[in-house]
């Protein structure tokens, strides 16, 4: 216990250093704010810092990080790679291009610090939500509700255990996959939360009910879209077509093994039954992706024609993100995924999951 306790609490320390530069920037620039003005400065920073940690996981992920340290919390039972330094050394020399390496290590030792330095600002959120809502009770005023902020907290510490289970379970597809999208759910709630404190509804004029009906849609259809875009980073299906619009050696349709390739519950790079996954398995992944992204796509730009009657900025942002998200998606296959591709398509899809998320709930503030 003392050895997941110690480096646990000594990582929880270094987080809590990373988090205290963003705070003392935060109280000095908010300090003639209203105490709602204050809770919206910090939840926009924290939403601006969730969006760095989405974008570094993914430069985790694609530098072959994720075990740079293969235990959790700490790396080797030290809370930084130096007091690991011994056997991370012993590990390269033993496998000069394997897991781990020193580089890789403070990758992955970074990205978990600035998870801790952002569970922590999203507990100081959820404590001054409390204090703020207790506060506008004693003085009979309105008063965002803090059970949002509660549930950002309790959805990041389930975040935190997935991103243990993601070392622990060596990287398993189903564990990664999820860790993604407990990610961008995060994002969500804080984007979500920061609407809470716009002091007035939106900019979107008297719209039709329907067309909140469309956003939610639209957001259903890129959330599955994420997942299976997180089911083929995780899988290393990127390159299975290697090439535009057919997918290998000029096939329009190659032989695809959909059962094989969506078995959820299995190691990565092996089938369920323990032998490893061919190339129509891959190949299966990245086209399902790929047609998906053909449906968000058209999705999209029908979302994106309706709005420009009741919100032409939003639509214009909305096509500019599905855009970007064709440009970078293309660039992977064709460039052969460059890791700057690679981290443009996920801030992307990080970016549009945000966007929708807000049209959505002013759209329905706007209802109210």
Sequence with gaps: MTDLLLP???VAAIGGAVALGPLIWWRQRSRASTPAGRLRALTVLTLFLTFDLIVFGAFTRLTDSGLGCPDWPGCYSAASPVGA??????????????PVTHGKAWIEMVHRYLASA???????????????????????EPAPSPWLPTLTLVWVCVQG???????????????????LLFGLGLLML????????????????????????????????ALVQVALGGWVSTNYAVLACDEFPTCHGGQ??????????FQLWRELGQRADGGWLGFEALAAIHMAHRIGA?????????????LRRHAADWSNWLLAAAGWQLASGLSNVVLDWPIAAALAHTGGATVLMALLTTLLVRLRSADH
């Design 161 to 179: 255990a997935f991103g243990a289970l993601t070392v622990t379970m060596k990287l398993f597809p189903a564990i990664v996959t999820l860790h």
């Design 118 to 140: 952002v569970g922590l600002l999203i507990l100081v959120l959820a404590v001054l939500s409390w204090k703020l809502a207790r506060s506008a009770r004693a003085h009979h």
């Design 8 to 10: 646990l609490g000594q």
């Design 294 to 306: 053909g449906v968000v796509f058209v999705a999209i730009l029908a979302l994106a024609w309706t």
């Design 190 to 221: 804080l984007a979500w939360q920061r609407e809470a404190y716009v002091p007035r509804p939106l900019s979107v004029s008297a719209a039709p009910a329907a067309l909140r009906t469309a956003v939610a849609v639209v957001l259903v259809l």
């Design 252 to 261: 329009w349709w190659p032989h695809l093994d959909f059962a094989q390739g």
């Design 85 to 98: 330094r011994q056997h991370i050394e012993a590990a390269q020399a033993a496998m000069p291009t394997g």
